[in-house]
């Protein structure tokens, strides 16, 4: 560490990880059933309204604007992220909500523990740090392989820290 960054006071992270939450249909996979639904309900509205039932069409245009209500929130809930980053010297968990509002948990890594509670059939179903009187959740919307790979991961980078403490 230079003499420098000493003493701002910054010191290099032994472990920093992004974690975000997991969506199976991007950008454009949704852009191609958007199309796809819109054309197909085109298409029964127009035949709805030629047989003379034209107040059926209505519900189409209520069904596609329900599933396009929907993705938006899956796609907004999808910006909320979790920043972790341990040194020496601090445990820093900064959440991001999906409107941008940010929070921050710092905690001592020498007094820090991280907990997971597990499930015999599913694995990992909660992880949290707990230090000085206070707790926090980590990674809520990460599916179980993640969990476990970033359970193992901090595990190794609070035993890393102590030991060189």
Request: with cysteine; net charge positive; aromatic share 14%.
């Amino acid at each position: 560490m230079t003499e420098s960054n000493a003493e701002s006071g910054f010191e290099q992270p032994v472990f920093a990880a992004e974690l975000t939450p997991y969506r199976s249909l991007g950008r454009t996979g949704f852009c191609i059933l958007a199309v796809v639904t819109g054309v197909a309900l085109c298409l029964n509205v127009v035949f709805f309204i030629v047989s003379g039932a034209w107040p059926i069409a209505m519900f189409f245009g209520l069904d596609f604007a329900l599933l396009y209500g929907a993705f938006w929130l899956n796609y907004r809930s999808a910006r909320a992220r979790e920043i972790v980053t341990v040194s020496r010297k601090l445990l820093s968990i900064r959440k991001f909500s999906p409107s941008g509002r940010v929070v921050e948990h710092c905690f001592d890594p020498f007094w820090a523990r991280f907990r997971v509670r597990r499930h015999e059939e599913i694995g990992i179903t909660a992880m949290y740090v707990t230090g000085e009187g206070r707790r926090t959740d980590i990674g809520s919307f990460l599916n179980p392989d993640d969990r476990e790979s970033f359970a193992a991961a901090l595990t190794g980078a609070l035993a890393t820290v102590k030991r060189r403490i």
